[in-house]
């Protein structure tokens, strides 16, 4: 079996993200962003804004300032993209949108669906026709939506109808508008029809196409990343990750340091080096898996928004920092568009990097992003040990 180094099995993967080529120098279209999408697949969505949704940023971390119009065309206008439970929410295409219809008829329902099911028999067909007539619709559009059961998480029998009609497709989400809420429609009036109507695929199938774009994305990785990309379950990944390297469609490979085998995709490109620069939304599909990213890079990293502010480490929303093959740092963003400033709330660098080398590219990233987001300028605040450092490049190069 074939032995990779560290260093090697790093390479490979940010390559396979799209990481190890330079960004475009002139105009950027849909070409580029098309490619993006044929590396990683996915976009996941998620509600927070202190900065910026996070579907874009991952584009603009390996682009650089794209017009996000372009997301928006091929999400809401051309319907390039489609929005379901590819990872989380998250968009992808009509073609892998296709592999997910055996999860979609397979999935059951869960415990408020079935007391929406006992309590309002009828309803969700209802539901149904009402969108049918009416559509497009958000859950506050219905005849009769119900009331909320909770703060968070305590959906009305409205949003629980149209949720469960949506996980099994036969509505779509149509639209977010500004205010991100979901806007339903029929599946047929959103979903390409060879995503509905294309020839019966069954589980096994699904799950080994499934398995080999996410090797194909990772470039490589362990049969817990190649399961979570997906959210698949790894006893149904493991057969079919068996039956691909069979084929020599994945060859299963060692790699210094990791207690599980690697599978990696047999066209993953491995650079001599990789000379990246980037900030990472925490929703970015190369560090979705934290275990994966202390395996590959060396850092811990949790998401800290649902942390109570005396107990968060580093801040709400941090954004890793990739700068050459290494996440070299971390920042707490946010776009303060009140004042009109990206605001660094707080700045702290990675054990065994310099803050002189870190300061400049990172000072640099966070210009680009603050004129990308239509905000003058950047405001380091004092917070983090790289913080005074990150400053003093900010106001050396402030624009």
Do not use: C
Request: aromatic content about 10%; charged content about 30%; cysteine-free.
């Amino acid at each position: 079996m074939r032995t990779l180094k560290a260093g090697q099995a790093r390479r490979i993967a940010l390559a396979a993200q799209g990481f190890a080529e330079p960004r475009p120098s002139g105009r950027i279209d849909i070409r580029h962003l098309r490619r993006v999408i044929d590396r990683v697949a996915i976009l996941q969505l998620d509600s927070v804004n202190v900065l910026e949704r996070a579907h874009y940023l991952p584009v603009f971390a390996r682009l650089g300032p794209y017009p996000r119009r372009l997301l928006d065309e091929a999400t809401h206008g051309r319907r390039e993209l489609f929005e379901y439970l590819f990872h989380a929410a998250s968009y992808s295409t009509g073609d892998i949108l296709r592999l997910l219809r055996p999860r979609m008829e397979a999935i059951q329902s869960w415990g408020r669906v079935r007391e929406v099911m006992d309590d309002h028999p009828g309803y969700i067909d209802k539901i149904y026709e009402e969108v049918a007539e009416r559509g497009p619709l958000t859950g506050a559009d219905l005849d009769d939506p119900g009331r909320r059961t909770g703060p968070w998480w305590g959906m009305g029998k409205g949003s629980t109808a149209l949720d469960w009609l949506y996980v099994k497709g036969k509505l779509a989400i149509s639209h977010r508008p500004p205010s991100f809420a979901k806007v339903y429609d029929l599946a047929e009036r959103v979903y390409p029809t060879a995503a509905l109507e294309g020839p019966a695929i069954d589980w096994e199938t699904s799950v080994r196409e499934r398995t080999l774009i996410a090797a194909r994305a990772l470039g490589i990785g362990t049969m817990k990343d190649l399961a979570d990309y997906f959210r698949m379950r790894t006893k149904d990944v493991r057969p079919q990750a068996e039956r691909l390297v069979s084929s020599r469609a994945l060859l299963q490979v060692e790699v210094d340091g990791w207690q599980e085998p690697g599978f990696l995709h047999p066209d993953a490109r491995m650079p001599r080096r990789v000379n990246a620069r980037a900030l990472l939304s925490p929703f970015d599909s190369l560090i979705w898996e934290r275990d994966r990213t202390e395996r590959l890079f060396g850092f811990h990293y949790r998401i800290e928004i649902y942390v109570p502010q005396p107990k968060r480490r580093y801040g709400y929303y941090v954004l890793p920092f990739l700068l050459g093959e290494d996440l070299v740092a971390r920042v707490d963003l946010k776009a303060d568009r009140r004042v009109g400033v990206l605001l660094v709330q707080a700045a702290h660098l990675e054990p065994g990097f310099a803050a002189q080398e870190v300061s400049g590219p990172l000072a640099d990233e966070l210009e680009l992003m603050a004129s990308w987001l239509g905000l003058a300028g950047v405001d380091v605040r004092p917070n983090g040990d790289l913080s005074s450092q990150l400053a003093m490049a900010v106001e050396s190069g402030a624009f």
